[in-house]
């Protein structure tokens, strides 16, 4: 279902979910997501990110959909996921990895568009992730995301107050 990331003496930072986390109960089952990282953790920790919280059932951790995407002169929405115009899945591990270094992850995600009963992926997504210890009272989070177009279509990711990589974070 998930896949933990912990430092060199084990604690778990960071856990990237690779299964569809299914919604509240009596919430529609469009608000289904995999591809997204909750928990997010301090080292003492604590936890920074939420999901699925009862103001926005399709916010996620840390995830990466975006808002106004053009595609054949339509616009399609993979952020607010509830409005079945889109989303993005998780496909596959491409690495794994730890060492004394670091922790990570590559993972492939594909943008997917809904219209009507057909369903076009339109981008390619290579997700990598990675932790690194600074010392006893910091890490870092390394995020890369190289989005490919998977048509000869042009896909336009068009301006908007708000997509691509969102951060939840907790009430306090």
Do not use: M
């Not at 989303?87 to 596959?92: G, H, P, Q």
């Amino acid at each position: 279902d998930e896949l933990v990331l912990k430092n060199p003496e084990g604690k778990a930072l960071l856990s990237y979910r690779h299964t569809v986390k299914a919604p509240p109960e009596g919430v529609d089952a469009a608000y289904g997501r995999a591809g997204y990282v909750h928990p997010l953790k301090t080292l003492s920790g604590k936890v920074l990110t939420t999901i699925q919280p009862a103001d926005h059932y399709h916010h996620y951790g840390l995830w990466n959909p975006w808002t106004h995407v053009e595609y054949k002169g339509k616009l399609y929405d993979l952020w607010n996921i509830g409005d079945k115009k889109g989303t993005v899945r998780f496909i596959e591990f491409e690495d794994i990895f730890q060492n004394e270094k670091e922790a990570g992850f590559e993972a492939i995600h594909d943008h997917v568009i809904f219209d009507g009963a057909n369903e076009t992926v339109i981008i390619r997504e290579n997700w990598r992730i990675s932790i690194s210890q600074l010392d006893d009272k910091r890490y870092i989070c390394d995020i890369r995301s190289t989005l490919t177009p998977t048509t000869d279509t042009d896909v336009i990711l068009k301006e908007y107050r708000y997509a691509g990589l969102g951060f939840r974070a907790t009430p306090e």
